[in-house]
């Protein structure tokens, strides 16, 4: 046996244990992608899952006529001054006699959220009999009482709710006057700065709006765009410049795009901040690339031999890419359309400097309205410093999840369905 | 009526001129013996009709548009006795808005000399006149033009051409607005880096190391000047994103190699898609995920160990940011990895190389290249990349590159700087856009060489 041979022998041990270590660092970093996805949605879930569900604390509520200030319920006058906390304060000094001292008083009435009164009022405005009637009532509650009660023994410690307020939850508790319901006014409502009335449902309609404005543009402008490119466009440098810049677009950090949106639209066209109308441009020129991009791919992959066939049946260049080869290519355009809108849904950054941080409790209802979109809200309930929002803004990321997994899978399903192999 | 309506209004013109178009095109080809007897299928007799409806008003319109207000307000002015009539732009600009306000009824008609309601009186009356007029004009030319089209239908018109080259010249203004895009974001952020530059030396902020735009709010404050030095921001940002790249290439890297040399078809199909989630995720998942959860369990553990590090610490942002990017490598390395000919590994592996060692001496230096212009791309989108850092970075300019301190980034301060109350003159905002001059250069020059890398290296092997 030759020297060399023996050298390579016994270096084998070594070279095969390089070998699997090597093939272990590549297992440990897939392993850290997917371990960090893991995290990433257990801790949002775990910290969300508690928001879509409120607690209502059972109170026995007289609809007294003198309290409220109400002699006829058909008056609307009368309804809307009607004083209908005085009446659920009424109900919470009955249930807890000997609560007399100023700052107890205030302590009692914290347990019960601001937006009871409001339930209340749409009650009885339902139901005008109720007027004087005494029964039971659901009322929904504060959300320091709502951590409380969701909270485990080690976390009632931590509570912001003080020793007597804890005391008189816990009597709520015992005699089973609390109940955890579904929370329905996250999907109903705007924006509150009281956490147990706070609701994406504005956000939504506010990306909602944003998102057709962005569809409407960049679907036409970028197919357009890339057929133009594809097919009719001569070889010169001019269309060289024009790729040149798709490329370089698509890269251009996101927040630039703000900037473009705040120096152009607003100050130098003036239009107005913190509508969707002018984030769905700004969104549509930052998705735009992504869609010319994927487009331009798909129309590539229909076969010369189409476009031969079609013709010399005598149809014109025109006619051949509008009747045949789009048809073919729009599987991939509409995969790719996909992609780029789910991006647009998930941007913040640009928006933010367009003025779309802005607090909006009404729903907008069209385009021009004041508005932010999903992700801001986000950002916005992200920073507040109230310790009910993490929860919200936890349950806000999972709905924004919830939208793009199902966009992203509508875009492989399309593409699995219709695209077609050549 | 308003411009929504109008388009509205437009679209129902267009329809009914196609559909006009369309019944007159069949109608002259009965007598003829069939629509084969015309130059063009009635549809494109139709498209002419409805385009020349169409596209005459929306011109029209625009110009209209661009117009009108300038237009007014000059009227508006002109129309105040010439001693009251302001002379600097911002008395000007302040003038207008007094009267704009007085006619929308939001300042009290006798709030000012009665000069000022005449002109909001004068203001309100040409709006509506304007209004009016543009509705009326906007209608005529699309009715005049519907029946042009209508009016031209004959058997011998070449109406296809006409309605294609129309739709090629439309596509190639599509092609155009890529152009148009980075002109503005070239215009938008040049424009007010020249004139921030003309109140704060270009050798101050590029070199200076003291950061506080928020002392530059009033001009008799002590420190009137604000400091604009963006060292500071540099290095910060720099910072995060070097974190940010040093767990993002070598996880990226390694599992780009594993999925690509290594992995069963069915562990690829799985892992695959999953690790291209995490690109899928917004930024501001990204950022609540690192103020929240990363950056005090960073903290939590730096106590532990007897270190004390700042809860909005540089390094747990640059950790979720590696871990967003980590895609961007794989996605990028995986096309190169598998782009290297099969007759190389075959080659080496023939020789009696092992597979790691083929992967290390033959295909990585092959890839090399390509995996550059990956990782650049991946450090271009670090550092442009806004919400984690405004999220879970700080806010104050610390000149540092220990990653357990807060470190503030160029993107955090054009979000700071440009959201809230501003105006447009002051050194304060106009910050922002020589930031993001700073950011758009740097990024551009990083895709630029990343593009270019990246398309000779697939020359290389096709």
Not at chain 1, 158 to 163: A, C, G, K, Y
Not at chain 1, 203 to 226: N, R
Not at chain 1, 372 to 399: H, K, N, Y
Request: hydrophobic share 55%; charged share 15%; with cysteine.
């Amino acid at each position: 046996m030759s020297e060399i041979t023996e050298k390579v022998r016994r270096s084998l041990a070594r070279r095969y244990r390089s070998e699997k270590r090597f093939k272990a660092y590549g297992i440990a970093s897939v392993a850290v992608g997917l371990i960090a996805l893991s995290i990433l949605f257990i801790d949002i879930v775990g910290k969300g899952h508690s928001a879509f569900f409120e607690h209502y604390l059972q109170l026995e509520v007289t609809l007294d006529r003198e309290v409220l200030g109400i002699d006829d319920v058909t008056n609307k006058e009368q309804l809307d001054y009607a004083n209908f906390s005085a009446v659920i304060k009424q109900a919470l000094r009955e249930r807890f006699p000997g609560v007399d001292d100023y700052e107890k008083k205030r302590q009692l009435y914290a347990l019960v959220s601001n937006g009871a009164s409001y339930n209340l009022r749409s009650e009885l405005i339902a139901n005008p009999d109720l007027l004087g009637s005494t029964r039971n009532v659901w009322l929904l509650a504060d959300d320091d009482v709502d951590l409380f009660l969701k909270a485990n023994a080690k976390g009632r410690e931590e509570s912001r709710l003080s020793d007597l307020q804890q005391k008189w939850v816990e009597q709520f508790e015992r005699s089973g006057d609390t109940d955890k319901r579904f929370n329905a006014s996250l999907f109903t409502s705007g924006d509150s700065r009281e956490p147990e009335l706070a609701g994406i449902w504005s956000a939504v309609v506010g990306s909602f709006f944003t998102m057709i404005v962005t569809l409407c543009l960049s679907l036409p402008i970028g197919v357009a765009a890339a057929v133009y490119l594809e097919e009719f466009a001569p070889k010169n440098r001019f269309t060289d410049f024009i790729e040149v810049n798709i490329n370089n677009l698509a890269a251009v950090p996101s927040i630039i795009f703000g900037l473009l949106g705040l120096a152009i639209f607003i100050n130098l066209f003036g239009m107005p901040r913190s509508v969707p109308m002018v984030g769905g441009i700004v969104l549509t020129l930052m998705t735009l690339p992504t869609i010319i991009i994927t487009s331009r791919a798909s129309i590539k992959t229909v076969p010369p031999s189409v476009r031969e066939a079609a013709l010399a049946l005598g149809a014109s260049k025109m006619q051949v890419v509008l009747h045949q080869v789009l048809p073919l290519a729009m599987p991939g355009i509409l995969t790719g359309a996909i992609i780029g809108m789910a991006q647009a849904l998930g941007e913040t950054a640009p928006l933010l400097l367009i003025g779309m941080v802005a607090f909006i409790v009404d729903i907008p209802t069209s385009p021009m309205d004041a508005a932010t979109v999903l992700p801001v809200q986000i950002f916005l309930w992200a920073g507040s410093p109230e310790q009910s929002f993490v929860a919200l803004t936890s349950a806000a990321i999972m709905v924004l999840l919830a939208f793009l997994i199902t966009m992203n899978t509508l875009a492989v399903l399309l593409r699995k369905r219709l695209e077609r192999r050549w | 009526m308003q411009t929504g309506n109008l388009l509205l209004l437009l679209v129902a013109m267009v329809a009914l001129a196609y559909y006009l178009g369309l019944r007159r095109s069949l109608q002259m080809a009965r007598p003829l013996g069939g629509i084969r007897h015309l130059q063009s299928l009635p549809f494109y007799y139709a498209m002419r009709a409805a385009l020349w409806c169409a596209l005459p008003a929306l011109v029209v319109l625009l110009a209209w548009l661009v117009f009108d207000d300038g237009i007014i307000r000059n009227t508006v002015m002109m129309s105040l006795p010439e001693d009251i009539r302001p002379t600097s732009e911002a008395a000007r600009g302040l003038l207008l808005s007094q009267i704009q306000n007085v006619a929308s009824g939001a300042l009290p008609a006798d709030a000012g000399p009665p000069e000022i309601a005449g002109a909001a009186d004068l203001l309100v009356r040409l709006q509506k006149i304007n209004t009016m007029a543009l509705s009326v004009v906007f209608v005529v030319v699309a009715m005049l033009g519907g029946a042009w089209g209508w009016v031209k239908i004959a058997p011998r018109v070449r109406a296809r051409q006409q309605v294609e080259k129309i739709l090629r010249v439309l596509f190639m203004l599509c092609a155009l607005v890529a152009i148009l895009t980075t002109v503005g974001i070239v215009m938008s952020v040049l424009f007010e880096s020249i004139r921030f530059f003309s109140q704060v030396s270009p050798i101050n902020f590029l070199f200076g190391l003291d950061w506080s735009p928020q002392t530059a709010l009033r001009a008799d404050q002590v420190a009137a000047e604000g400091a604009f030095g963006a060292v500071p921001l540099f290095t910060g940002t720099l910072l995060i994103s070097a974190i940010a790249l040093m767990v993002a290439v070598p996880v990226g890297l390694m599992s780009a190699i594993y999925l690509a040399e290594y992995a069963g078809a069915k562990v690829r199909a799985v892992a695959k898609p999953l690790l291209e989630i995490l690109a899928g995720v917004p930024t501001v998942v990204y950022g609540f995920f690192a103020a929240l959860t990363v950056a005090p369990f960073i903290r939590d553990l730096g106590e532990s160990i007897g270190l004390s590090v700042a809860s909005e610490s540089a390094l747990a942002a640059g950790l979720v940011m590696g871990v967003m990017i980590i895609p961007f490598v794989s996605s990028i390395s995986d096309d190169v990895i598998t782009a290297v000919p099969q007759v190389m590994r075959d080659g080496s592996l023939g020789l009696g190389a092992t597979k790691s060692e083929t992967i290390r001496k033959v295909i990585f230096p092959a890839a090399l290249p390509g995996i550059m212009g990956g990782i650049l791309l991946a450090a271009s989108r670090a550092i442009g990349e806004t919400m984690i850092v405004v999220m879970a970075a700080g806010l104050a300019a610390n000149l540092t590159v220990n990653p357990l301190e807060a470190v503030t980034t160029v993107t955090v301060q054009i979000v700071t700087l440009l959201t809230g109350d501003q105006e447009f003159d002051s050194a304060k905002t106009l910050a922002a856009f020589a930031l993001g001059l700073m950011l758009f250069i740097t990024t551009l020059l990083l895709n630029v060489v990343a593009l270019h890398i990246v398309k000779k290296y697939r020359e290389q092997y096709e």
